[in-house]
């Protein structure tokens, strides 16, 4: 059974950090592009970050580049976004994506999500 667990999620104040961090299970988390996406109240889902499957190619958003890094740990299966700086503009759901074509079969899952609260 594939499952994708967000936690770390929570209140914090602008300027300050939060360490989000994703459980996968159920599937060969190694051979999956991991990503993360946010959904703020009454906008669509948007993009986040994306690293490849060894860990050495990560993209991120014009919104969070030189805030968010995000990092994954293979023998964990584990994905973690850590995000500094945070702007009340960050408030959303954060949640955890696994993405893979393997012979034109594409195999996409997706976490609960985790809440993130940016405010004074």
């Known amino acids: 059974q594939v499952q994708l667990v967000e936690s770390g999620g929570g209140l914090v104040q602008p300027g300050g950090s939060l360490r989000l961090s994703c459980a996968a299970s159920g599937f060969t988390f190694s051979s999956y592009v991991m990503r993360w996406y946010r959904q703020a109240p009454g906008k669509e889902r948007e993009w986040v970050a994306s690293i490849f499957t060894r860990g050495d190619s990560t993209n991120y958003a014009d919104s969070v580049k030189g805030r968010f890094t995000i990092s994954r740990d293979n023998a964990k299966n584990t994905v973690s976004l850590q995000m500094n700086s945070l702007k009340p503009e960050d408030t959303a759901v954060y949640y955890c994506?696994?993405?893979?074509?393997?012979?034109?079969?594409?195999?996409?899952?997706w976490g609960q999500g985790t809440q993130v609260t940016v405010s004074s």
């Open positions: 994506n696994a993405g893979r074509v393997l012979s034109g079969v594409v195999n996409n899952y």
